[in-house]
């Protein structure tokens, strides 16, 4: 494709400087696989990690699903596994509550925050708004490998005598601030803190890299405006994050200054075992407070890119512009910026003024319309669209689907007269397994499948995806739609057995129903297992440009080359989403081609001419006259 | 040809790509948004300290815990805490004397007001020491608190452990600062900056100091003056 640019030599310039520090670039092992400085190296390096966290993840879902289906049975195989944590083939209670714990820590920070922003950011930032790398590859390095020694600490925690952390995902004190609380609140608690604080300082660096390259680092010609939405997901992702991860900070210092020191900023009049402690004046509260101003903002963080990452393939296989571009921008925005000001319809039953739960009950209502819009867009993205069923747009429109269904019981619980009876109960579970579990679970995965291609050179195996999309659609719809009606019941989330309650014992049948289902869901994930890896090297070679599309990570060579483009980088002279313009040669247009080369399909817009189309003439325009039978055809079509 | 050229033509605004925005570089950039997280990080403190302190009904007095100085016992409030921010603000002074020195590319004076800058944040952070070790001395620990509240009833504990823990927090972005000037310091006497033909270096460094001492008016305003 004749895509360099005639007109600006500038573009030159702008790459030069960067090619020069690489010239003498020696590669051996430990610098290409292991300390690389590489955004696309980065990017495995960080799906991979987040990969085995989420199987590990998944792994202790399975455990205590089991023990809630089958509360009274023997399992030997628990003792064979887990030693002193299984004996006599029973789970632990204490262990039961630090694998939710970690189990919730995993996949909530180590899967759906670095393993799905650190992966997709690293990889499609540079590549799609056309730059050489991140603008600090060095700091992007230690982002990965902070967040690596952040999850061997998360882990080494099921190898001390006590065993991890188990106050939940939460870490709310009293539980957190007392090591003596629990057998989890000692030396496993203090492990969480520390892999946190670690994982808080990869994030920041992450995060401010991503925003500085999107600033920039762009292109020629790609403006703000021409971005895919995919990089304004992750530009608004980054800041959430970078202005959210600091308060955990905050409350975590205070907490450790608890643990430790005997302050007592969270504490007061508690005893234990009779006897009372002295701490006076401190207050709990306060500390979900701090948690969740970072808690709600860091849902958004995982929803945000796999929002981004399904615009992106929703349009590409649906061969028609993005419905709504601007649109969705500004309701990333506001999703960015109401997202800090929600926090407290966590904390509706914590004796909170009503005056001030009507607030957040307010704004909470609020961002569900940013919410909605985004997903009425994908609707009519949808709508007549050119659809291609790929694996990985299976697993979009699934998200559309489960972010669909999550955001309505958000709506339940957003109002604080009904939060109050359903707060911790199965509905809850429900309602963020939902959107997070399911929908951000699903936005990674179309985007493991889309960009397969691009990370490894390889294709993965259709088939295997549809099998494993249907095997994981169907699955978590049977998991955690029936906990909505627990939820309804009461049924408390996080007992270790509440079968033995007299008015629950009818839920029994349905926990081992949503047991079997999780772990046929499991088993489906096995084959996403082989289908990744058994791929990376004996898939079939990628073509350049799979899924004909219009982003500029499509223009790279298959092979990874230092800098991504082997000459100058393209510029930018359209958006991102010119599939099927009419009177095109083919569906789809690369932002690198100029107008100047696509006569045919030129509109007055594209010029800037918003008037009256039959009067517009230009050089590079040709008018549409269209034929009776085209006419009928368009009236058809629309 | 000309023609083409035009309609292919791509704007070259700030923001129209090809360009940072606001020419800056990034590095530049990725410091100001790591202070804009640091400013979230002492925001939360010190609106839990806000928090602590309408909790309790009472709290103590500042001009009461805070009026001793070296050489002096009690009757000289917050002079102590004056001087010290006076020399923290100084140093601020220094810092972007030694920046503009960097603009000049003259050597010799960026060394000068960097060496000022760091004997400036040495000061503050013996000053700090000596306050700590007096309040210490006077009894008030992360335990407790020997200054009564304000009506008379015993002091909030909460008053020293967030004292120690804020100030410690801020003094410890005292002490990175002192280090990293003094490693930049190193870099300039080198001629590392030199050679590279502008001492970007010293104005991101600076802009972390100003920040620190952005900070410590914050700090200062919420202990010792309200
Ligand atoms: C339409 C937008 C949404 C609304 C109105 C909403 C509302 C709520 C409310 C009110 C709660 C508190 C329930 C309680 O504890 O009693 C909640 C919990 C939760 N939501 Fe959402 N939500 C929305 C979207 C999301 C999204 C997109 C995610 C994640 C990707 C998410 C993740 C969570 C999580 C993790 C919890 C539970 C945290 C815990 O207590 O452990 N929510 N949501
Ligand atoms: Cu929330």
């Known amino acids: ?638 | 040809m000309s023609t083409v050229a035009q309609i292919d033509e791509v704007k070259s605004n700030p923001w129209g790509g090809g360009r940072s925005p606001f020419s800056v570089e990034y590095g530049k950039l990725m410091m100001w948004f790591f202070l804009l997280s640091d400013v979230f990080t002492f925001s939360a403190l010190l609106i839990f300290y806000g928090a602590m302190r309408f909790k309790n009904l009472s709290w103590p007095e500042p001009d009461y815990v805070f009026q001793s100085a070296p050489g002096i016992h009690g009757n000289a409030p917050l002079v102590f805490v004056g001087i010290m921010t006076f020399i923290l603000i100084f140093s601020s002074v220094t810092m972007v004397l030694a920046v503009e020195a960097g603009h000049r590319k003259s050597k010799a004076e960026v060394i000068k007001w960097m060496v000022l800058t760091i004997i400036g944040g040495f000061t503050f952070l013996s000053c700090q020491a000596w306050e700590w070790s007096h309040l210490i001395h006077e009894g008030m620990n992360l335990h407790h608190n020997p200054f009564l509240n304000a009506n008379g009833t015993p002091g909030a504990v909460q008053f020293g452990q967030l004292f120690f823990v804020i100030t410690g927090f801020h003094g410890f972005h005292v002490f990175t600062g002192v280090i990293i000037n003094i490693i930049i310091l190193v870099n300039v006497i080198a001629g590392t900056y030199e050679r590279r033909g502008h001492y970007n270096m010293v104005e991101k460094v600076g802009l972390y100091w100003h920040f620190v001492d952005l900070v410590w008016v914050f700090v200062f305003t919420f202990f010792y003056l309200v």
């Not at chain 1, 939820?487 to 129903?513: A, C, I, S």
């Not at chain 1, 006569?599 to 008037?611: V, W």
Request: proline share 5%; charged share 10%.
């Open chain 1, 1 to 638: 494709m004749a895509t360099q640019a005639i007109s600006n030599p500038a573009a030159v310039h702008h790459d030069h400087a960067h090619d020069h520090g690489h010239e003498h670039h020696h590669e051996t092992f430990l610098n290409k696989y292991v300390f690389s400085q590489d955004h696309k190296m980065i990017a495995k390096q960080f799906l991979i990690t987040g990969i085995i966290m989420a199987v590990i993840g998944m792994v202790f879902s399975i455990l205590f699903r089991i023990q809630l289906a089958w509360p009274d049975k023997e399992f030997p195989f628990l003792e064979v596994i887990l030693g002193k944590w299984g004996a006599g083939g029973r789970l632990d209670p204490n262990f039961y509550l630090s694998l939710v714990t970690i189990h919730g820590t995993i996949m909530v920070f180590f899967v759906l925050t670095a393993g799905l922003s650190g992966t997709f950011s690293n990889l499609l930032i540079p590549y799609q708004i056309g730059a050489r790398d991140m603008a600090s590859p060095f700091m992007n390095m230690l982002s990965y490998w902070f967040f690596f020694a952040a999850s061997v600490v998360m882990c080494s925690s099921f190898f001390i005598q006590t065993g991890p952390a188990s106050g939940g995902w939460t870490i709310y004190p009293p539980l957190s601030a007392l090591p003596k609380a629990m057998p989890g609140s000692g030396l496993g608690m203090t492990l969480w803190l520390a892999s946190m604080a670690l994982f808080i300082a990869s994030s920041l660096m992450g995060g401010i890299n991503y925003i500085s390259t999107v600033l920039n680092m762009r292109t020629k010609g790609m403006s703000m405006t021409k971005m895919p939405l995919t990089i304004w997901a992750f530009f608004f992702t980054a800041i959430l994050g970078v202005l959210a991860f600091p308060v955990l900070f905050s409350a975590v210092i205070l907490l450790i200054f608890d643990r430790s020191f005997g302050t007592s900023f969270y504490l007061s009049d508690i005893f234990i075992g009779g006897e009372a402690l002295p701490n006076t004046g401190g207050s709990p509260i306060l500390f979900q407070h701090l948690f969740w101003f970072l808690g709600h903002p860091e849902v958004y963080i995982i929803i945000m890119p796999a929002l981004g990452i399904t615009s992106e393939i929703i349009a590409t296989n649906s061969r028609k512009p993005i419905f709504g571009y601007r649109a969705m921008i500004i309701s990333l925005l506001g999703i960015t910026f109401l997202s800090f000001i929600v926090w407290g319809h966590h904390m509706f039953v914590t004796g909170m003024n009503p005056f001030l739960g009507s607030v957040f009950m307010f704004t909470t209502l609020i961002i569900a319309v940013p919410s909605a819009v985004k997903t009425f867009n994908y609707l009519a993205t949808l709508w007549r669209g050119n659809i291609r069923f790929t694996p990985a747009m299976m697993f979009a429109v699934g998200l559309v689907s489960f972010f669909i269904t999550g955001g309505v019981t958000g709506l339940f619980l957003g109002n604080a007269s009904l939060d109050i009876n359903l707060h911790d109960t199965y509905f809850v579970v429900a309602h963020f397994h939902i959107v997070m579990g399911c929908a951000a679970i699903f936005g990674m995965l179309a985007g493991v499948y889309h960009w397969y291609p691009k990370l490894f050179g390889k294709m993965m195996n259709d088939k295997l995806g549809y099998l494993h999309f249907w095997m994981t659609f169907i699955s978590a719809y049977l998991v955690f739609f029936p906990m909505h009606f627990m939820g309804l019941d009461g049924v408390p989330r996080r007992y270790y057995e509440f079968t033995e309650f007299e008015q629950f014992k009818q839920w029994l049948p349905l926990n081992q129903f949503i047991t079997i289902a999780a772990i046929i869901g499991a088993l489906g994930q096995l084959l996403f297992l082989y289908n990744f890896f058994v791929n990376i090297f004996r898939g079939k070679k990628a073509p350049q440009n799979p899924w004909n599309s219009n982003t500029l990570e499509w223009t790279t060579p298959v092979e990874h080359i230092h800098g991504n483009w082997p000459g100058e980088i393209p510029t930018v002279y359209r958006w991102s989403y010119d599939y099927s313009k009419p009177g095109a040669v083919q569906d789809f247009i690369p932002q690198n081609v100029p107008f100047s080369e696509t006569i045919s399909s030129n509109t007055p817009e594209d010029f800037g001419y918003h008037g009256d189309e039959t009067q517009f003439v230009h050089e590079f325009y040709q008018a549409k006259h269209l034929t009776v039978s085209d006419e009928q055809k368009a009236e058809k079509a629309n």
